[in-house]
């Protein structure tokens, strides 16, 4: 009778272990993210590659980088005296050389109410932007929160993705033809992706 209770619990406690570990699986498997960065997104993000760009893929962010580089700058504070030159020639002085890039993340697409919630956060300081500020500094902290409480500017069937890139506002871009470029790319991510918003000529437009 002792021998037939210990084989009765020796075959609960070994239920119990299986339990655990099978428990302990699946919750592993069902935290282990997609596959990522999506193919599927970085097939088509190379189709629209105009040439002398380039992609790079990182987890679940792709790079899109113009090759040749543009001129940067804000047109904040400068010297009066320096208004009698050329654009060129301001913009080299007060301005910098680098590479232009876009950059896209991709996450798990947002419910409603978690978009709605990022969008109130930033309300306050995309108003700054579009509508000005009473003094620089808050028109400086404007830019700097706006940029910081990231919104989605696309989404899709299963992702919500984040964007930004070299000339968010205020940055300006130099030469003119390389704007142009970059807003035939910018033209064909709209073709790609949905946006949550319209571009309307505000400051806070993607």
């Not at 968010?168 to 991510?189: F, G, H, I, K």
């Amino acid at each position: 009778m002792c021998l037939q209770r210990m084989k009765v619990w020796g075959l609960a406690v070994s239920l119990m272990i299986l339990l655990i570990v099978q428990s302990c699986s699946t919750s592993a498997v069902e935290t282990i993210p997609p596959q990522i960065p999506d193919p599927d997104v970085e097939a088509k993000l190379r189709s629209i590659l105009p040439t002398g760009w380039s992609l790079l893929t990182h987890e679940n962010t792709f790079t899109l980088s113009r090759h040749e580089k543009v001129w940067l700058y804000v047109e904040v504070a400068w010297d009066l005296a320096d208004y009698r030159k050329s654009l060129e020639e301001r913009v080299k002085k007060y301005g910098f050389e680098e590479r232009y890039e876009i950059k896209l993340r991709l996450e798990p697409r947002l419910t409603d109410a978690e978009l709605q919630q990022l969008q109130f956060e930033r309300e306050p300081y995309e108003r700054i932007l579009n509508e000005g500020a009473r003094s620089k500094t808050e028109w400086g902290f404007g830019i700097q929160e706006f940029y910081k409480h990231k919104v989605p500017v696309y989404f899709t069937d299963k992702y919500s993705v984040f964007a930004e890139k070299s000339n968010d506002y205020p940055v300006r871009m130099y030469p003119e033809s390389a704007l142009t470029e970059c807003r035939q790319v910018l033209a064909s991510l709209d073709s790609l992706f949905q946006r949550h918003r319209e571009r309307t000529g505000r400051n806070s437009d993607f």
